[in-house]
């Protein structure tokens, strides 16, 4: 697999045009700090640790909103063949401030909220809408 973060996203978009309540996918600290921005920013219930074949995975619970998935658009932005990086200023707002940019920074994983809050930039990883 040469995206990890693109194949999860992946799974959680096709889990929800399937009406899923749960999907999987394999475990890293990675993706369990993207996992932690999308549950905070509140567009999936959580996540728990599992077992999948005996490997490490996580069984991340969808949200729904009367029947609807709450995340409506996921975009990769940085991918392994082209990595995108940005200065606080240049962080991309997503449709007017409703969505949200996942940016990898020196303090960690964050919104772009936290990012601009904090006064530093990085490697914007996807956009939540």
């Not at 007017?96 to 990012?115: E, F, H, N, R, W």
């Amino acid at each position: 697999m040469n995206d990890p973060i693109g194949d999860m996203l992946t799974r959680i978009r096709n889990g929800q045009l399937r009406g899923k309540s749960t999907v999987s996918s394999p475990a890293s600290k990675l993706r369990g700090w993207v996992l932690d921005v999308l549950a905070d920013e509140g567009y999936i219930r959580g996540y728990e640790g599992a077992e999948e074949n005996g490997h490490p995975a996580f069984e991340i619970s969808l949200k729904y909103y009367e029947g609807t998935p709450v995340i409506r658009e996921v975009k990769r932005v940085s991918k392994p063949g082209r990595r995108v990086y940005m200065s606080v200023n240049d962080i991309p707002v997503v449709r007017q401030g409703l969505g949200v940019s996942i940016v990898s920074t020196p303090k960690g994983v964050m919104s772009d909220a936290s990012a601009r809050a904090n006064n530093v930039g990085g490697e914007v990883i996807c956009t939540v809408f």
